[in-house]
């Protein structure tokens, strides 16, 4: 399948988890793919296994506006156009707010919703042209709370939001947003929750499909919405969480 042939992808937090794994889905399906993140070493190691013809590495910080523009610069550069973003990239504090501290707050507000800001701010007149697509990575933590991660939960309920306005105000000029809302998925910024197996055993017991997810789970998704088999979806916050918030909350009593 190669409903990416000749498109060009931005990926950020394409270092590693869902970032990683959709850069590899993206790229298998023919895309010229950006891989934007933090740490440069990091995104070589995705890079090394795709087609070093259609693959650019750029580390970006997407809390800087000036890292963005230049982003997007190096991607039109390489490959002369954009057709879909892809806001990945994250960071996930925990503890309640008396405890964590205000450079916590800031930084996750910087990263998971700002950032979002800046990449959709910057790429929006090229995906205009070419009737792109932008897929924001946001969570179950954006339509529910979690205890403890009330940052986290403020970062992710403002992009779940973001996703439907940006869809509302670029629809007519041919621009989809939609977002995905993952569970748990077994990336570097949950290998101490899967360390713990009691743990692991209390989701696999909330969750449906009986397990946590794994990048490649929600990369399929990411790509289903940003191919022209979702060309009628848009402002969609699609939960990818194995049956998850299907439940009302109560527990399994059998």
């Not at 992710?156 to 007519?172: E, S």
């Amino acid at each position: 399948m190669q409903r990416f042939a000749d498109k060009v992808v931005i990926v950020t937090g394409a270092g590693s988890g869902i970032g990683a794994g959709t850069a590899q889905r993206f790229s298998d399906e023919g895309a010229n793919v950006v891989l934007a993140g933090r740490t440069r070493e990091k995104l070589q190691r995705v890079a090394s296994a795709l087609p070093a013809a259609r693959t650019h590495v750029h580390a970006t910080d997407v809390r800087l506006l000036s890292d963005v523009a230049n982003l997007v610069a190096a991607a039109l550069e390489r490959f002369g156009r954009l057709d879909v973003l892809v806001n990945n990239a994250g960071v996930a504090p925990t503890g309640p707010v008396d405890e964590v501290g205000i450079d916590a707050w800031n930084d996750v507000i910087a990263t998971d919703l700002t950032g979002v800001f800046h990449c959709t701010r910057e790429a929006l007149p090229h995906l205009k042209a070419t009737r792109g697509a932008i897929v924001n990575v946001s969570s179950v933590s954006g339509i529910g709370g979690d205890w403890g991660m009330s940052f986290y939960n403020a970062a992710k309920g403002a992009v779940t939001n973001f996703t439907r306005a940006c869809a509302m105000d670029f629809g007519p000029a041919g621009v989809r947003v939609n977002a995905v809302c993952p569970s748990l998925t077994r990336t570097d910024l949950t290998k101490d929750m899967f360390a713990d197996a009691a743990l692991i055993d209390r989701f696999r017991e909330r969750i449906p499909l009986g397990r946590p997810a794994e990048p490649a789970d929600i990369a399929a998704v990411i790509a289903f919405l940003a191919s022209d088999d979702a060309r009628f979806v848009t402002g969609v916050n699609l939960p990818v969480d194995g049956g998850l918030s299907a439940s009302n909350g109560q527990p399994k009593q059998a």
